[in-house]
DNA sequence: GCGCGGAGGTTGCTTATACAACCATACATG
DNA sequence: CATGTATGGTTGTATAAGCAACCTCCGCGC
């Protein structure tokens, strides 16, 4: 029986796509810092904010936390919305009455620092699934696509 | 001011975590195929489900595709019943009545085929973005984690 | 001082995903 | 054959994300 086209290019797209790729890479990783994650009640993408937050420190907005993990300003309003709702993320008055400053409450700090040594574990875990060589060619990746990126 | 606990955890973790990485790049890749592929309707994850399920041949079933692409047997369901609702695959009994036999209506042949052009320019593009070194990486280890992944 | 464009956020809608609980069928074993 | 367990799917619920449309407020140009 001839390959149809059809078949033809679904057998390229199955040995080639990097977006399916991607995606895999990104929910084989999921599951392990969900897992580890998980006593706390916190989501790694969660872990991904307040660690932003804590980071931008004074400058903490929205835009500016969005531009550092290069997500879309209506995903970080709906993420803080929970973390509000969860007590580990303070919004204040901002001189602009446009932005909203952002700052971890004690609850927040306190959830980073619980988080730390089991985000640790996860990432042992993760780096030895990966590789070295792969763990590291991820990161430079990352860094080459968003020097700024921090999370 | 020294720096707290949570501050070095929050540096430690913004400098080097793997699961925000590896989430980031899927953001960036799928940006690029979900342009690419949106003159036809069509999402980057259904157009991998359309191909598992073109490879897979008799052997289709929302279990068999599940398990090439490592996805939860309640995402493949939901994506299955869109697929349908756009008319691009068919369910059909199988001998076993507890599954379903999947295939690939004319429609969806042709959507496969109307893809594969736009889909060539989107991996050209993210190859670019990466580089080939990193393509390649990514790749290799997609082989490594799940030999038999197809998408 | 007025109007307008741009920046900052929210909300509606859709897809993608997982986990848990459930239902139905198949199969093996006593 | 009856029952219990495993397999295959669906559904409820929640998070993660983008796009588009909208509202508000800032600052600039006139």
């Not at 006593?39 to 980071?55: D, K, M, N, S, Y």
């Not at 309003?77 to 969860?86: D, F, I, M, Y």
């Amino acid at each position: 029986m001839p390959r149809t086209p059809a078949a033809r290019a679904s057998d390229e797209i199955a040995a080639e796509c990097l977006a399916s790729r991607a995606r895999f890479l990104d929910r084989r990783l999921a599951s392990i810092y969900e897992r580890a994650l998980r006593p706390l009640g916190l989501r790694r993408t969660q872990l991904t904010l307040l660690v932003a937050i804590a980071r931008a420190g004074e400058r903490a907005t929205p835009t500016v936390v969005g531009r550092a993990l290069q997500l879309e300003k209506s995903t970080v309003s709906r993420e803080l919305a929970r973390l509000q709702a969860l007590g580990w993320v303070r919004v204040e008055p901002s001189p602009d009455a446009r932005a909203q400053r952002l700052a971890l409450t004690a609850a927040g700090t306190r959830t980073v620092e619980a988080a730390h040594p089991l985000w640790r574990k996860a990432q042992r875990e993760a780096r030895a699934l990966l590789g070295d060589r792969a763990a590291a060619a991820l990161a430079a990746l990352t860094v080459r696509l968003h020097p700024r990126f921090a999370g």
